[in-house]
Structures are given as structure tokens and as C-alpha cells.
């Protein structure tokens, strides 16, 4: 196992459901060796409570970072947060992606300094999540069996990406089929392109954005095979936004862009935001 640890960076938005479940995933990791900072795009202090009440008796450090709600700002609490990032590796994910318990010991094993990872999901049906956000805790070390009752049950989408093993695609330089729900790189490759880019308002196409600028920066993609995260259920997202962030997206493929118009460089201090 390297030594190298991980910042493990968790978006939420007033999903304290979710992200208590969400939570409680990494707490039952085989690997240790990393720490949560949780981007809150402006959630109530509902969700403040509940990161406390896990807080207290969590295996890791985990540090809250909280912005004023203004509007769908993700790519501000991520460039607020990645600025206060020591660990040498990130792993970008989301409030509703439950991990299973080797997903931190994968992207440890295979951090590398040139490429970046990009991990899959399996989506869970409308009442199942329903179903799983009564309770505690979700249990997710189970046995194939028991994941295949739930593929025949409708609970979940897929099955066979439970049965791979944990291993790494080729290294390539394709954009398509990239999904926000867990990629990790490099801290360094973040900074080199000027973190996410604050030009993308509302929902859509911000992930895209800064894959693509991994790739113009030189650090080639590998997907990670087997150790899908687990997708709560939700309601889509307002798409309001999402032709002029589509021709944002199209000009910084265009121009082979490596750094954010509006990124790190460009932080300052918001009143209203802290943090926890």
C-alpha cells in the first residue's frame, strides 16, 4: 500500500440524508489513510448538525466547508475547498454516492502522477433509496448473492460491474462517458489548471470542464473497473443553464483550454461563508 494519502472531497446541497448514509460508507473503509472536506454549496444548518453528530466518534478527520446559497455555485466551494488540500492526492465525489468499502484502498493503490481516475456508479431505484434513507446506516459489504436479489428486485440498475475485480483501464485521452460520481487525480494537476471553472452557472457540464482540461494539461484517464458507488435516488436538477454551460464546455474543447477562466486565482474572501 503507498503511503500517499487522499483528500476526499464530498458535495452536498441540504441532502442531510444523504449525506449521512454517504458518510457513514467511508467510515466502514478498509483504508483509512485519508481525510473529508465536504464542499456545502449553502445548505441549512440541518446539515451542519448532522456532519457534528458524525463528527464525534468518526475514524477520519472531517472538515466542513460552507458557503452562503446563491445560486448552484459547485464550482466555488470546490476551488475553496482545494485550496486548503495538503494531501497529495484528491478524490472528487458527491453527497449521494454511497462507496463501498475498497473504494479509498483503490484509488490509493493506484494513484499515479500523470493520469487521473474515473470510477462508475450503479443507481438505486426511487424506493429503494426511499427504503435506505430510513435507515442508519447501509450496510454494503455483502455478498454477490445478495446484490443479485436486488438486481432481480429492481433496487439497483446494474450488477455485473460488483463482480470485477479492482483494476485500471489503459491510460487514454477520451473525454466521453466521464461521470462526476468519483475521480481522483493529482492535488498538483487541480492547482496546475486553475481548479474548477466558476463560469458554469447552474447545474451541468462543470465535471466535464475540468476532465477536459486534465486532458489538455497532459494527464491521460484510466477507469477504475469494479468498485462502483452507489447513487441515491433524486430528483434532476434544474437544467436551466445547461445550453450556455454546453458552449462554454464546446469553446474550452475548441480552444484546448488547460486553465479555468474564473478559478483558484481568482478566490476571495465571501462574506457569510465558513467554515467547520
Known amino acids: ?3 500517499v494519502s487522499l483528500a476526499v472531497v464530498i458535495s452536498t446541497y441540504n441532502q442531510p440524508d444523504f449525506l449521512r448514509l454517504t458518510l457513514e460508507g467511508y467510515r466502514h473503509q478498509t483504508d483509512t489513510n485519508f481525510t473529508i472536506y465536504i464542499a456545502d454549496d449553502g445548505s441549512t444548518p440541518e446539515t451542519a448538525q448532522t456532519i457534528r453528530r458524525i463528527q464525534a466518534d468518526f475514524p477520519v478527520a472531517i472538515k466542513h466547508l460552507w458557503q452562503a446559497d446563491d445560486g448552484f455555485r459547485k464550482a466555488r466551494i470546490h476551488n475553496r475547498v482545494i485550496s486548503r488540500i495538503h494531501e497529495p ?3 472528487l465525489t458527491d453527497g449521494d454516492c454511497i462507496p463501498l468499502p475498497g473504494l479509498v484502498a483503490a484509488h490509493r493503490r493506484f494513484a499515479g502522477d500523470h493520469y487521473f481516475i474515473s470510477g462508475s456508479r450503479i443507481l438505486l431505484s426511487r424506493s429503494y433509496t426511499e427504503r435506505v434513507c430510513r435507515l442508519e446506516s447501509f450496510e454494503t459489504a455483502r455478498s454477490m ?9 429492481g433496487n439497483i440498475n446494474r450488477f455485473f460491474p460488483l463482480l470485477l475485480p479492482a483494476t485500471l483501464s489503459q491510460p487514454s485521452f477520451e473525454l466521453e462517458g466521464i461521470r462526476g460520481c468519483h475521480l481522483s487525480c493529482p492535488t498538483e494537476a487541480l492547482i496546475r489548471i486553475n481548479g ?3 463560469s458554469f452557472e447552474g447545474w451541468g457540464r462543470e465535471d466535464s470542464d475540468l476532465t477536459a ?3 489538455h494539461a497532459g494527464f491521460k484517464r484510466r477507469n477504475l473497473r469494479g468498485l462502483p458507488v452507489l447513487h441515491l435516488w433524486h430528483r434532476e436538477s434544474s437544467r436551466q443553464h445547461l445550453a450556455e454551460n454546453d458552449d462554454l464546455l464546446q469553446a474550452c ?7 479555468a ?6 478566490l476571495e474572501s465571501a462574506a457569510g461563508d465558513g467554515d467547520a
Open 1 to 3: 500500500m503507498p503511503a
Open 89 to 91: 492526492h484528491t478524490l
Open 145 to 153: 448473492f445478495w446484490w443479485l436479489k436486488q438486481r432481480i428486485s
Open 196 to 198: 474548477f471553472d466558476e
Open 213 to 215: 482540461r486534465l486532458l
Open 253 to 259: 474543447l475548441n480552444e484546448q483550454r488547460i486553465e
Open 261 to 266: 477562466k474564473i478559478g483558484l486565482k481568482h
